[in-house]
């Protein structure tokens, strides 16, 4: 606790500090009181029950001590809180981008890294994009969790204040690899951060229509397209191959053309290839159009 990891160390550690020592107090006075009562006002000691009743200082105390404790419990996690969301104008940007099941990291000039490396006592505003489905970005040592919500902007900012490595992970389920998405926070001296960002390769666009429409529409977070094994069947050397697929409880043999893919996209629950579950697939009927799956089915082509 109270390390110099980042500079929201200190308020979420007090926080916890607070809200549990509290918490502890009043577990504690809470079973005192329950066991001097079984004692003191068991039928042995008092066989007539008496009635107690307009006692005003009891009401009183019961009712303002509660309230002190948690306005004070609210004031320390809001003054904790608070300045997480007030990041400074000079602030470094990166952007953090989360799919199934992998974190990518955008520097300034278009360069890209699986590891985000960072220099130390700098702010840094790292806004949060998702690809697919909710992530969580969680820096436990910065005391950082920030949720990254496909279509919606948001953002996370610390200032780094250890060197080293630490742990990124995800604090959101997002499918059966979720454990396994991870990666590395760097903090470097800022020469040092200079000169790695200097050496980073600049990214070239994507020019490539059928593919971007793949990435944009979360394709790739449950097909590969180098032929490891997913959730869906991957789009390595699929097109024009003979697929096993099961229509309506029958297996049968299917070539993967134009018309099976496009069925595919906007029925995916009709052929269900051999060895995949039914139901995974989303329709994107409505919401792709006949072009983009034409400009698709060339970039599959390409995948031998």
């Not at 390390?3 to 007090?14: E, I």
């Not at 990124?168 to 951060?193: D, K, Q, T, W």
């Not at 529409?217 to 449950?222: F, R, S």
């Not at 060895?275 to 599959?300: A, C, P, V």
Request: proline fraction near 5%; aromatic fraction near 10%; charged fraction near 20%.
């Amino acid at each position: 606790m109270f390390s110099n990891a980042s500079n929201f160390v200190h308020g979420s550690d007090l926080s916890t500090l607070v809200i549990g020592g509290f918490s502890v107090f009043i577990l504690i006075s809470f079973t005192a009181i329950m066991i001097l009562f079984v004692v003191k006002y068991n039928r042995k000691r008092n066989p007539k029950a008496t009635q107690v009743k307009d006692n005003i200082v009891l009401e009183t105390t019961w009712i303002s001590l509660p309230v002190v404790i948690v306005l004070i419990m609210f004031y320390i996690g809001w003054e904790g809180f608070l300045p997480m969301r007030q990041d400074p104008k000079n602030a470094m940007h990166v952007k953090a981008i989360g799919r199934m099941w992998k974190w990518q990291f955008e520097y300034p000039g278009n360069k890209v890294s699986d590891t985000l490396v960072l220099p130390l006592n700098k702010p840094v505003r790292v806004d949060l994009v998702s690809r697919d489905v909710i992530h969580g970005f969680f820096i436990p040592a910065f005391r950082i969790k920030e949720d990254c919500v496909p279509g919606q902007n948001n953002y996370s900012w610390f200032i780094p204040g250890e060197l080293g490595d630490f742990d990124l992970l995800c604090s959101a389920y997002c499918g059966v690899n979720h454990s396994y998405m991870s990666a590395i926070i760097r903090i470097v001296p800022e020469e040092s951060f200079k000169v790695w960002v200097a050496r980073l390769p600049i990214r070239k666009p994507d020019t490539n229509l059928g593919h971007k429409l793949i990435e944009k529409n979360g394709c790739i977070a449950c097909h590969s397209i180098d032929g490891s094994k997913m959730l869906g069947p991957t789009f390595k050397g699929l097109y024009g191959s003979s697929v096993d697929v099961t229509t309506d409880g029958v297996d049968h043999k299917i070539t993967a053309d134009s018309v099976y893919l496009k069925s595919s996209i906007l029925d995916p629950n009709k052929d269900i290839v051999v060895g995949y579950n039914k139901g995974l697939m989303k329709s994107y009927n409505h919401r792709i159009t006949d072009k983009d799956i034409q400009l698709i089915n060339e970039y599959l082509k390409t995948l031998k």
